[in-house]
């Protein structure tokens, strides 16, 4: 990656978070990759104190981000994150075990960019995130509006 | 109402009626009975006035006889003779029909019997005059008329008459007062009667308003309860669908997250894989540097399977076998996950009811089987079917479900026959598919519709799905499905739907 990108990654289940990295790292991508537990500690992360997000201005993010999130629904990280100004142009890759075609639909509604579903065959999961993981390392992410 | 006052309301109105039967009967009889009376009474009016008169007819005759012995006395006439003669010859049947007419009272005959020699002492008395007066002996029979001896008896006899025409007036009061009493009688019993009828009739029409006022009470609460069950109808429904959601969303969130640890569970195991190949490397590794062998080149053993002696080996092998294990139960939980969710979603699909040519799609679900179908040397019959409004999609399941067990449990070595069958009976469509395959128990039956269930011997690959969700499919269509087999006869599945699409069958969700 060209700019110094950070990988947000908010997972609620460490066991996934810690594959996905895994998996992320295999594939070559050394960027800094922030793991969030819960969707309050990630949103006050990406908002900031104020809530307006004016402190990732300028920086280059990317998410991904877990639908099922014991205290909020990842939907709602979506859509704050595509209503934010300075976040919205932030790339949004959805993992997550739901492929109900309702939410994938909403998702991408929402403005999600990518919708993967994790698979339970751990060698086609590791794939998608090595290929995810090739696929970061040619994204162009742009700065956060400023 | 209960059944005792409807049995009780149903005597009452027998009771009435009988009642008012017996009222008429006994108008009617009381009527005949008084008019007989009247009639009886006039005619013994008549017979009193009758009687009367005969008496004043005797008397006539009796006076006329007298006055034709007088003249004849006097003048000594033939007329006079003859005149007597005839006076004497009616009186005689006079006195005979007045003493019949009288002959019923004992107070007359006793009267007549004390008059009748009388008579005839006056009738003795007269021809004596006569014989002497013929024979020129005036004054002997003048001598008997002077004596006046006749007088007395002709005094007497009018005595008599009196005390008989009194008896009669006595009894001519006495009689009519009789026939006005009949006839009042009679008027009274009609008025009576008639009053009585009336009331009656009152009494039925109360009874009759009454019960019709019960039975629109009665058709009142019908109607209530009627609609009460409704509703009642419509809320046990409505809680029933919202417990089947209930079922849905659990069955689909619990699916949903039974996956997450799998996900985990899954990638940890391969991981441990990873590790294995890693441990045992250095175990060969080890064991090589201990056996001062020359260790081979880093890169070459990178990805094959380090060579192992002995107990190592065993160990390796009993490691990749309980990975094995874990790996394949993890498979088979996740397939099993995947079918109850694709099952929850199949029941929250909306139905979208249609005119199906079910022939038709019968013969393209043959088409997409033909392969297999050939490889089995099956063949597949389809009869004339009935076509029927329901959910295309739906129908293609049941039928492609039903047609591919029926191709995937044949008998080895025997040419497959499937047919399908179709009849219309009473509103409902019902299809038949049956085969000459390897049949299945009866003891099974049931257990064959189970979800994850199966029978028979198990030497194809299945879940113990397809059957559990045609029948959750055809219940869905308002329809009903059974199965007639023998192990080893081949099997009939019978699916019976309605050919036009229920209302309120769950083809709407809220």
């Known amino acids: 990656m060209n700019n110094p990108v950070t990988i947000i990654m908010i997972e609620d289940d460490e066991g996934h978070a810690r594959l996905i990295e895994r998996n992320i790292r295999r594939s070559g991508v050394n960027n800094e990759i922030l793991p969030f537990t819960s969707g309050t500690a990630a949103l006050e992360y990406l908002f900031g104190k104020d809530g307006t997000g004016l402190d990732h201005k300028g920086s280059a993010l990317l998410i991904l981000l877990d639908l099922n999130l014991p205290d909020t629904t990842g939907i709602d990280i979506l859509k704050r994150v595509k209503e934010n100004r300075y976040l919205k142009t932030t790339p949004v890759v959805v993992l997550t075990t739901t492929d109900d075609s309702h939410e994938i639909k909403r998702c991408y509604e929402l403005g999600c960019n990518v919708y993967i579903t994790k698979p339970v065959n751990y060698e086609s999961f590791a794939n998608a995130i090595r290929q995810l993981g090739l696929f970061f390392s040619v994204i162009q992410v742009p700065p956060a509006a400023t | ?510």
Do not use: C
């Not at chain 2, 059944?3 to 009222?23: N, P, S, W, Y």
């Not at chain 2, 009866?442 to 028979?456: N, S, T, V, Y």
């Not at chain 2, 879940?463 to 219940?475: E, T, Y």
């Open chain 2, 1 to 510: 109402v209960t059944a005792d006052a409807q049995r009780k309301r149903a005597m009452g109105h027998v009771l009435l009626f009988a009642a008012g039967l017996l009222v008429l009967t006994a108008i009617s009889a009381g009527s005949v009975h008084l008019v007989n009376k009247a009639r009886e009474d006039a005619r013994k009016v008549l017979h009193t006035l009758e009687a009367e008169n005969q008496i004043s007819l005797v008397q006539l005759q009796l006076r006329r006889a007298e006055s034709a012995q007088r003249g004849y006395l006097a003048t000594l006439r033939p007329d006079f003779r003859v005149d007597f003669e005839q006076a004497l010859s009616e009186l005689t049947p006079a006195l005979t029909r007045l003493s019949q007419l009288i002959s019923d009272n004992p107070v007359q005959r006793r009267l007549i019997s004390e008059m009748m020699p009388l008579y005839d002492q006056r009738i003795e008395e007269f021809r004596t005059t006569i014989e002497l007066a013929r024979s020129q002996r005036m004054s002997d029979a003048a001598k008997i008329v002077r004596e006046g001896i006749g007088r007395d008896t002709m005094k007497h006899i009018d005595d008599l008459a009196v005390r008989m025409r009194a008896e009669e007036d006595r009894l001519f009061v006495e009689r009519t007062t009789n026939a006005d009493r009949s006839q009042t009688l009679a008027a009274s019993i009609t008025g009576i009667g008639s009053g009585f009828v009336v009331v009656l009739a009152g009494i039925a029409i109360f009874l009759v308003r009454r019960s019709s006022l019960a039975r629109d009470q009665a058709d009142a609460r019908l109607r209530d309860s009627h609609l009460n069950l409704e509703a009642t109808i419509d809320e046990r429904t409505a809680d029933l669908r919202e417990a089947n959601d209930e079922i849905q969303r659990f069955a689909y969130i619990v699916s949903h997250d039974l996956r997450s640890p799998l996900v985990n569970i899954m990638g940890f195991t391969s991981e441990l894989e990873e590790l294995r190949g890693d441990i045992f490397k250095r175990i060969a590794a080890l064991s090589r540097a201990q056996s001062a062998t020359p260790p081979a080149p880093e890169n070459a053993t990178d990805t094959a399977e380090p060579v192992l002696e002995g107990s190592d080996k065993q160990l390796s092998e009993d490691f990749s076998e309980a990975l094995g294990f874990i790996k394949s139960s993890i498979g088979k939980m996740d397939r099993l996950i995947s079918a109850i969710l694709s099952l929850t979603r199949e029941g929250r699909r909306e139905f979208e009811p249609v005119w199906i040519d079910t022939r038709e799609l019968i013969e393209a679900i043959v088409t997409t089987v033909a392969h297999q179908a050939a490889e089995a040397q099956a063949e597949i019959r389809i009869d004339p079917l009935p076509n029927i409004v329901s959910d295309r999609l739906a129908l293609e399941q049941i039928f492609s479900n039903l047609i591919d067990n029926a191709l995937k449990y044949l008998k080895a070595g025997v040419p497959g026959e499937i047919t399908v069958r179709g009849r219309t009976k009473l509103g409902f469509a019902i299809f038949e598919l049956s085969d000459n395959g390897r049949g299945i128990d009866p003891k099974d039956h049931q257990r064959i519709f189970e979800l994850f269930r199966r029978a028979g011997t198990q030497d194809k690959p299945g879940q113990g799905i397809g059957l559990a969700h045609v029948r959750a499919l055809v219940r869905r269509l308002g329809g009903t499905m059974s199965v007639a087999s023998e192990l080893h006869q081949g099997s009939t599945f019978t699916i019976t739907l309605p050919i036009n699409w229920p209302v309120g069958n769950r083809n709407t969700r809220t």
